[in-house]
């Protein structure tokens, strides 16, 4: 069913696959928003085509000034309230009396201890009863995010992932958010590519990978960029048999 699907979808734009995949797929439609480029595009056209689609985020306590800043010119310029996760109380305030404030700079696994409390587990209570969830991720972000599917089986989860944007570039992403007067979060313009919690991101130096900015004091190789929200049960970013191809 999912490839079938995926077959129907891939030929439309990156709106109509949104509208086409609410109108396939019954029951709660959650679409996580971390008010990056990408993302408030997709939020564009959630509202201004009226989709039945909850908009959330995971707010991680840690996030940039900045991005609480386009968070709520959002709401203001479509009418709309996104829905905020907030880390389960007692595992922070357990977190942050083991490792401290900082604590996620010491090692791998303490990082993504930190993420695992501020995101992924909020991530997983909103998605508990879900049928189907909608992310930003495009392709040509990263080697990692190369073969990742327009649409998945999340098998965990217990739900269909679509990522319309997955075969879109930046460029093309910036053009239509400049066409469209879409708000944009400040730090773009400042260098952030990608932009996530404040002390686990940095701008990008010239020539730098979208996703270099991000726990940049870990290396490539120990770890793939990514905090674990958009990783299957095998540690690995869901694909499927057949990878989306990207227009170059
Ligand atoms: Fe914690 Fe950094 Fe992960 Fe945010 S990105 S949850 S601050 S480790």
Redesign the pocket.
């Known amino acids: 069913m999912t490839e079938l699907l995926q077959s129907r979808l891939m030929p439309l734009s990156p709106a109509e696959r949104l509208a086409a995949f609410r109108g396939a797929v019954a029951g709660r439609m959650v679409f996580t928003t971390s008010l990056g480029l990408e993302d408030q595009i997709l939020t564009h056209w959630i509202a201004t085509q009226n989709l039945d689609i909850e908009i959330a985020t995971l707010d991680?306590g840690?996030l940039f000034s900045e991005t609480y800043t386009v968070w709520a010119e959002t709401e203001e310029r479509y009418g709309i309230r996104i829905k905020a996760m907030i880390p389960e109380r007692p595992a922070l305030e357990a977190l942050v009396i083991t490792q401290g404030p900082n604590g996620?700079y010491a090692s791998i696994e303490?990082?993504?201890a930190?993420?695992h409390?501020?995101?992924i587990e909020p991530l997983n209570r909103l998605l508990s009863n879900a049928s189907g969830w909608i992310a930003g991720l495009r392709a040509d972000q990263s080697q990692a995010r190369g073969d990742t599917a327009l649409l998945s089986q999340d098998t965990a989860r217990g739900l269909l992932k679509l990522n319309p944007l997955i075969d879109w570039s930046r460029d093309q992403a910036l053009d239509f958010a400049q066409k469209h007067a879409v708000p944009l979060n400040t730090l773009h313009a400042r260098g952030f590519a990608s932009i996530?919690?404040?002390?686990?991101?940095r701008a990008l130096a010239p020539g730098e990978p979208e996703r270099a900015g991000?726990?940049w004091w870990e290396s490539e190789a120990a770890a793939s960029k990514e905090?674990g929200l958009h990783v299957g049960p095998d540690g690995h970013l869901v694909r499927i048999a057949s990878p989306v191809r990207v227009a170059s």
């Open positions: 991680t840690r996620f303490a990082r993504k930190c993420c409390i501020r995101k996530g919690c404040a002390p686990c991101t991000r726990w905090c």
